[in-house]
T-cell receptor, first 117, second 118 residues
Framework: AQKITQTQPGMFVQEKEAVTLDCTYD???????LFWYKQPSSGEMIFLIY??????QNATEGRYSLNFQKARKSANLVISASQLGDSAMYFC??????????????FGIGTKLQVIP | EPEVTQTPSHQVTQMGQEVILRCVPI?????FYWYRQILGQKVEFLVS????????KSEIFDDQFSVERPDGSNFTLKIRSTKLEDSAMYFC????????????????FGSGTQLSVL
């Protein structure tokens, strides 16, 4: 079984500051992937960043970076230089395999980020 | 970038009625998914579909739900007899492009269908 845990229901950050959104996971798979998605108030799911379990380097995409600590089973999202448009719900997700060997993607409950001017 | 398209964007129905939510996944993807999200809550997995059959379904996906890929392009979710608690945003997603690089692992989401059951 795989599980994603996001323990911060809500976060505030000052504009232009950096913020870290926590995500821990649990899986028995050797090969898996970790994602972060952003969901603004308009409702769409926007892909931000992906980290594969065998990737040695932490993933980065512009202002987004993923702090991947495999031994701790954590995949925290770091947003640098926060902007007002970053205010949204953020979901951590994991791709693994189910008992039948098929791909399975599980989402955490999300963290609501509010950027303060 | 290729897109997953969902129709309709909003659907209003009476309790007990059947609804069909439609999705056109990205054409060379292999996995298709339905998720739902009750307003302000988490994204809940409903079902995944691979090689023309269900590869996994959640406890939510009971006998009232079914999925179909009728013509090789559409991927539909049917709710036979809607209940009030089925009101939610339903997201379709697709993934795994074997023709692309192995790092192309993300789920591509559609923009969702907001279902309101009255």
């Amino acid at each position: 079984a795989q599980k994603i845990t996001q323990t911060q229901p809500g976060m505030f950050v000052q504009e232009k500051e950096a913020v870290t959104l926590d995500c821990t996971y649990d899986t028995s798979d050797q090969s898996y992937g970790l994602f972060w998605y952003k969901q603004p108030s308009s409702g769409e799911m926007i892909f931000l960043i992906y980290q594969g379990s065998y990737d040695e380097q932490n993933a980065t995409e512009g202002r987004y970076s993923l702090n991947f600590q495999k031994a701790r089973k954590s995949a925290n999202l770091v947003i640098s230089a926060s902007q007002l448009g970053d205010s949204a719900m953020y979901f951590c997700a994991m791709r693994g395999l189910n008992s039948g060997g098929y791909q399975k993607v599980t989402f955490g409950i999300g963290t609501k980020l509010q950027v303060i001017p | 970038e290729p897109e997953v398209t969902q129709t309709p964007s909003h659907q209003v129905t009476q309790m007990g009625q059947e609804v069909i939510l439609r999705c056109v996944p990205i054409s060379n993807h292999l996995y298709f998914y339905w998720y739902r999200q009750i307003l302000g809550q988490k994204v809940e997995f409903l079902v995944s579909f691979y090689n023309n059959e269900i590869s996994e379904k959640s406890e939510i996906f009971d006998d009232q739900f079914s999925v179909e890929r009728p013509d090789g392009s559409n991927f539909t979710l049917k709710i036979r007899s809607t209940k009030l608690e089925d009101s939610a945003m339903y997201f379709c997603a697709s993934s795994v492009n074997l023709r692309g690089p192995s790092t192309n692992e993300k789920l591509f989401f559609g923009s969702g269908t907001q279902l309101s059951v009255l």
